[in-house]
Structures are given as structure tokens and as C-alpha cells.
């Protein structure tokens, strides 16, 4: 019986990653140019990428694409079996599928929207109080990325502090991972340019009189 339950339960994180594989960013700008996303722009096939190339059209249907996948596998997850931690993984596998489709090279997105989607199903307080964070992150830093990254600190003690399992509270830490993980380029990039920003300009000695 317990192998049969673990097998039910690699099937299900299987069928999240394979959800999470399904890019329609990517087959959007396929379709309608002819040409792989991954040498256009940033070479990200997330929404960001893909209205750079389709305009607010492709960024408004893949934004939705890919929250709706993160959603739908931990809804899957949580209503097939009544497991909290199968759904905490299943939050992570789509994730994982997104920024690493396995029928495109491992080439994907950066896992934001679907991440995202996935914890308002997985645990909507944590992802209210994220976007709280992000907010007044975004307030002090007047920029998108570095906020919506640092955001992410914030899921594990709130995970914790509604859930009081160890186990999700790692599974999500996971999750934090694999999105910082994706957008290391940008960390590489948005931290020293802030930091510089930030530094206070010295003033230049007054002219001798």
C-alpha cells in the first residue's frame, strides 16, 4: 500500500512538472513569427520576454498562462489526494517544469507567475503578505525585479507561522531557490547597480576664491 501511495504521489509531481513544461509563451511567439523565442530579447520565454516580441497581447496571455498552470497543479494536487505537503511539492515541480521544459533543452522562464500562482492555491495568506512586501520593497527601491525577489524571503516564516510544518516551510525554501536560481543574471546585474545608486555622490571641494 505504501508503494502504491508513493507511486500515486511521483505521479502526480510528474504530471506538475509536465504542466509546468507547457510554455505557451513560447509556442505563441512559434506561431505567430516563426522563430525560437530563446534568441529574441532577453532569450527568457517568460511573459516579460514574450511582450517584448507580441506586445501586450502576448504578455497579457502568457502572464495568465503560466499563473493558471501553478495554480491549477496544486489545486490537482491538494483535491486528489487531501495532502498538504504533496501540494507543497507539486508547487515545486511546476515551478521546476517552467524554468527547466524539459522539451525545450531545459530552457524555460524565471518561474515568478508560476510560483505565484501556485501559492495563492497552496496558501493565499503567504502570497497576500508577499505581495504586501513586494509593495513597499517596490516603494523604497523604485524598480520591479530586486523587490519581487527579496519578496520571497518573507514564505518561509509565514508558511511556518500558519502552517507549523517543517517540511512545507523546506519545500518552499526550495521554491525560493529555483526562482532566485533563474534570475541570477539579474541579481548579478540589479544589486550592484542599486547599491551604486544608493552610495551617496562625493561633492567636489568648493573653488579656491
Known amino acids: 500500500m505504501q508503494s502504491t501511495g508513493a507511486l500515486h504521489g511521483l505521479a502526480y509531481l510528474g504530471g506538475a512538472y509536465g504542466l509546468g513544461c507547457v510554455c505557451l509563451g513560447y509556442y505563441l511567439v512559434r506561431a505567430q513569427t516563426g522563430r525560437d523565442l530563446h534568441e529574441m530579447g532577453s532569450g527568457s520565454i517568460g511573459a516579460r520576454n514574450v511582450g517584448r516580441v507580441l506586445g501586450r497581447s502576448g504578455l497579457g496571455i502568457t502572464l495568465l498562462a503560466d499563473f493558471g498552470k501553478g495554480a491549477l497543479a496544486v489545486w490537482i494536487a491538494r483535491h486528489l489526494t487531501g495532502q498538504e505537503v504533496l501540494a507543497a511539492m507539486a508547487l515545486l515541480a511546476v515551478t521546476m ?5 524539459v522539451q525545450l533543452g531545459f530552457r524555460g522562464g524565471k518561474g515568478v507567475a508560476t510560483s505565484l500562482g501556485g501559492l495563492l492555491i497552496f496558501e493565499w495568506h503567504s502570497a497576500l503578505i508577499y505581495l504586501a512586501a513586494f509593495a ?29 510544518d517543517g517540511t512545507q516551510v523546506v519545500l518552499v525554501g526550495g521554491l525560493i ?28 571641494p568648493d573653488p579656491a576664491p
Open 97 to 101: 517544469g517552467h524554468v527547466w521544459p
Open 136 to 164: 513597499v520593497l517596490w516603494a523604497l527601491m523604485r524598480r520591479t525585479v530586486l523587490p519581487g525577489l527579496l519578496a520571497y524571503l518573507v514564505l518561509p516564516f509565514t508558511v511556518w507561522w500558519f502552517r507549523q
Open 177 to 204: 531557490a529555483v526562482v532566485w536560481f533563474a534570475h541570477r543574471k539579474n541579481l548579478r546585474a540589479e544589486i550592484p547597480e542599486f547599491a551604486g545608486r544608493r552610495r551617496p555622490v562625493p561633492h567636489s
